[in-house]
C-alpha cells in the first residue's frame, strides 16, 4: 500500500473509506455471505485487496474516469466490491434493480449508457442478452455465479472473477500498483459517486446522481446520530439498487466499517437474520407485518398454555412496554410483570424472529399500523420510523430514541433544513442532497426550488412536537365534487393495517364519492378461510366469496367510522368497494418494484371496474392481460360483485355495531 | 446435447418378466448410451415402471439379460445396483419424512462413507474429514437444485414438487453413472416442470449422469430426451429419436387407443 494511516473521518470518497478502514482496522469482518451453507467472512484488509483486483480488472477492459457500470444482481459481496472498484477507477456505477423485467432493464441500462454490465448470474445475464440489440454500447458483460455459464460464447460475455484474476497479476507490477494508488488518490468527493435510479411511483423512474462527500457526509451525520460502531453488523437483503440499501447498509457500513452480511439467498433471508442477529436493522412495514402474521398464525395453533402465556404478557407489553422504552415513570409492579415477560415472552419471541441483538431498528416507505408498530416497541425493539428519498439519499427526518410514534415519521435528521410550502409539500434541503437527475437537466430544474431546497411532491405537516406527517403524495390530495378533502394514501392505508388487506386503491378526487378497490392478503385470508371451513380453488375464487366478502366489508365499516371521526376526513368515508380477483403484481406493471400502487395503470387496467364502481351496478366485469414471470402473457376474465355501505355520520359518538350487511 | 459416443453403458436384452400369469414385460431390448437423456414412455400399464424395476435389480426377469458396462449382469440386489452407480427416485416420493432435506440428501452419500461405526461414532480425525467433504457435496447439490432455504425443514413438511426436488438431490448426491428417474414431474404445475426439466438436463450435461427417465408429458420428453423408447402391453413398439417417434404410426395408435 503506497499511503497508509489516514483516518475515516477525514476521506471523501468510499474509496479512500476503504483503504482507510483495510490499514485502520484490517483484521476486523467487514462482510460475509453465506455459501454452501457456511458464513464466509472478509476482513476489510482482504476487501480491499479483492476491490483493488476488481478495479484494476475494469481498467483492463477500459473502464475510465466518467464512464458508467451497471451492477444487476443481489446482495453479493462482489456485487458490492464492484461498486467501490468502479468508484476506486473515478467511475459511477448505477445499481440496477435484479428483479426487473427485461423491458424495463434495456430501459434503464441504456439511459445510464453502461459499456459494462457486472451481472450476478445466468438469470440475469441471460435477461440482458436477450435485449442486447437495445444496448448498442454494451463493450463486456460480466457474471459473479459461473453455474450454467459455462458453454455461453456470447462476446463480450466474461467471469467477474476471471477479470479479477487479470487485474490482481497486472497489479503484481508495483508501477501498476502506483498507478491505481493515484487513481484512488485522485478522487474527488465532488464528482458522482453513484446513480441510483427512483422506483418509478410517478412514471419513468430517474437517475439520481450522488456525490461521494455528500453521500459520505449525510452517512456521517447519521451514524453519529444512530451511535454506529465497527462492533455493529447489518444484514444487506434489501434491492441492490434502491437507495435503502446503498445508504443503510453500503454507506454507512462503510463509514462507521461495520459488517455487512449477505444472505444466502432472498427465500432464507428470515433464516440468516437469526443466524447474523444483527444490531443495526431496516425492514419496510410490510416485512414487519408479514413476520407479525408469521406469529400469529404459529400462536394460534400453540397449545392453550402456550396461547394463554402469549396473551397475558402481550397484554403487560401493550399496556407498559412502550412507556417502559419511551423512558416514561412505570410503577414497580409493571415493571416486575414486564421483566417477566421478557424472561418468557419477549425475549424468546425476539430470538425466533432474529431481532435479539438489534440496538436500532427503522421502517420506512409507507405508513404503519399504530397496533403493528407499538407490538414491537412493546416488545422491546427500538424500532423507530423515518421519512427519506432517493434525492436526499435517504435520511429527511428520523425519531430520535426517547420520541418514537406511529403516526409521524420524526423531526428532521441531523442538518437537514426542512419546510413545508404553501402548497402543503414538503421541502428539503440535506447533506446528502442529490447533484442531479442523469442526463435530465430540465428534470433537475423543476424539482429544485429556486432557493436550492429539493420538492419532495408528498404533502404533510409538522405536528406541535415537531415531527412531521406525510398524508400523501402531494398531487395526489383530491377533494370530492362536494369539496370534501380527499387523500387516498390516507384511507387506503387505514384499510391496509387490517392483516387481511393487502394492498387497497381509494379513488374519489373529482368524484361523487369514494370507491375502493381491495386486494386480499392471501396468507392470513387463507388461514382465516381454512377455520371458517370455507373451500376455494384459486386466489380468485377466495377473493370473490361472499362470507371473505362480508368479512372485508366489516374491516371497511370498521375504517368509515374512524374516518367519521376526524373531522377533515369524515367526507371521505367508502361508500362503495370491491374486491379485486387478481393480486396486484410489479410484473403487470400495477405497482413498482418497492411494491407501491401505480395510480395510472390501475386506472387504465381496470377501467371498467372504476365505471362500476361510479355507477350503481352491483357488479362490473374486466378482461385484461397478465404476464407471468418468464414474460409468457395469460388472460384474466372476471365478473366481481360490488358493495354498497351506508357512511356514519360525521359524530363522535360511536354508532351501535350491529349493521346489517348490505351487499348489494 | 446428443451422445456422441456408442458407448454403450447398458443394455436390456430380450427380457420377459411375468407376475403369474400378467406378462408385464415381452422381449424387449434397447439400449442405454453413455451420457445421453434416454425417455421410456408408453400408455398406463405399458410396463415402464417394471423396466426401470428391472433395470435396478428389484424385479429379476425370467428370461434375457442386462449387459452393464459391457458384461452382463448377474442377479443382483437393488444395493448392489447402487453400489455400481445406479441411482434412482420412485413415482411416489420415497423420503424419510421425518428427516430434513440436508439429512434425506446427506444418506445418498452414505455408500461413499468409508468409515467404520467405531469411527464415525467418535466424530474425530477421519470420520470427521469425511463427513465434511460429504456435506460439501450435498451443499454443492443444495446449491444447484435451489433448495437452500429447505435445508433444515423436515422434508414431510414440504409440497410435493420440493419433495421431488429433494428425492433428486439424494439421487444425484450418489454421484451415479445412471440415474433412473420414475415420472420426475408428475403433478408438477407447468412452473415446476421448467425447473425440474432445467435441473434434468444441467445434471446430464455438467454432472455428466446418463439419464433414463419414464414421464407422460410427451412435451417434456420430446424436449428432454436424445432417444426415446416406446413400450406398449409390455413390448416395445418403437425405438428412435424424438422426431421420428412422434410421427410413428404404431405409438400414435398406442396413445389414441387404436385396436390392436
Known sequence: MATGGESPEAEDTFAKLLRAHATLRGTRPAFRHKDLGLWQTWTWAEVYDETRAIAQGLIGLGLKRGATIAIVGANRPRLYWSITAAQMIGAVPVPVYADAVADEIAAVLDHSEATIIVAQDQEQVDKILSVRDRLPRLAHLLYDEPRGLNEYAERGLAALAAIAAIGRAALADPAVARDLDRLIDGGRGSDPSVILYTSGTTGRSKGVVLSGERSIGAARCTVAFDRLTDQDEALAYLPLAWVGDHYLNYAQGYVAGFCIACPESAETAANDLREIGPTYHFAPPRAFEALLTRVQIRMEDAGAVKRWLYRAFMDVAGRWGEKIANGEPVPLNARMAYRLGDLLIYAPLKNALGLSRVRVAYTAGEAIGADLFAFYRSIGLNLKQLYGQTEAFLFVTAQTDRAVRSDAVGPPAPNVELRIADSGEVQFKSPGMFVGYFREDDKTRETMTDDGYVKTGDAGFFDPDGQLKIIDRAKDVGRLRGGQLFAPKYTENKLKFFPEIREAVAIGDGRDFVAAMINIELASVANWAERQAIAYGSYQELAANPRVYAMIEKRVDAVNRALSLEPAMAGAQIRRFLILPKELDPDDGELTRTQKVRRGVIAERYASLIVGLNSGASEASISAEITYEDGRKGKLEATVRIVDLPPYPPARAPRPPARKANAA | ?260
Open chain 2, 1 to 260: 446435447m446428443k451422445a456422441e459416443t456408442d458407448d454403450i453403458l447398458l443394455a436390456v436384452e430380450h427380457v420377459s418378466l411375468s407376475f403369474g400369469g400378467v406378462r408385464a414385460i415381452s422381449d424387449v431390448s434397447f439400449d442405454i448410451r453413455r451420457g445421453e437423456i434416454r425417455a421410456i414412455i408408453g400408455p398406463n400399464g405399458a410396463g415402464k415402471t417394471s423396466m426401470l424395476n428391472v433395470v435396478n435389480g428389484f424385479y429379476h426377469p425370467q428370461k434375457g439379460a442386462i449387459r452393464w458396462r459391457g458384461r452382463a449382469r448377474a442377479r443382483m440386489k437393488p444395493y448392489e445396483a447402487a453400489a455400481q452407480g445406479i441411482a434412482r427416485t420412485f413415482q411416489n416420493v420415497a423420503l424419510f419424512k421425518g428427516m430434513t432435506t440436508l439429512d434425506n440428501i446427506m444418506t445418498g452419500r452414505n455408500l461413499r462413507m468409508k468409515r467404520n461405526l467405531f469411527w464415525q461414532a467418535l466424530r474425530r480425525g477421519p470420520a470427521l474429514d469425511e463427513e465434511i467433504a460429504n456435506r460439501r457435496v450435498c451443499e454443492e447439490i443444495i446449491d444447484f437444485l435451489e433448495i437452500e432455504h429447505i435445508r433444515k425443514t423436515p422434508v414431510g413438511a414440504l409440497p410435493y414438487g420440493l419433495q421431488k426436488r429433494v428425492e433428486l438431490g439424494r439421487a444425484l448426491a450418489m454421484e451415479p453413472e445412471l440415474l433412473l428417474l420414475d415420472e420426475p414431474m408428475a403433478g408438477m404445475n407447468r412452473e415446476e416442470k421448467e425447473d425440474m426439466s432445467r435441473f434434468i438436463v444441467e445434471a446430464n450435461r455438467y454432472r455428466g449422469a446418463t439419464i433414463a427417465l419414464i414421464e407422460h408429458d410427451i412435451g417434456v420428453v420430446m424436449d428432454l430426451s436424445d432417444r426415446v423408447v416406446v413400450l406398449d402391453y409390455g413390448r416395445k413398439i418403437a425405438d428412435d429419436v424424438p422426431e421420428k417417434v412422434k410421427s410413428d404410426g404404431k405409438v400414435i395408435g398406442a396413445y389414441l387407443g387404436v385396436s390392436h
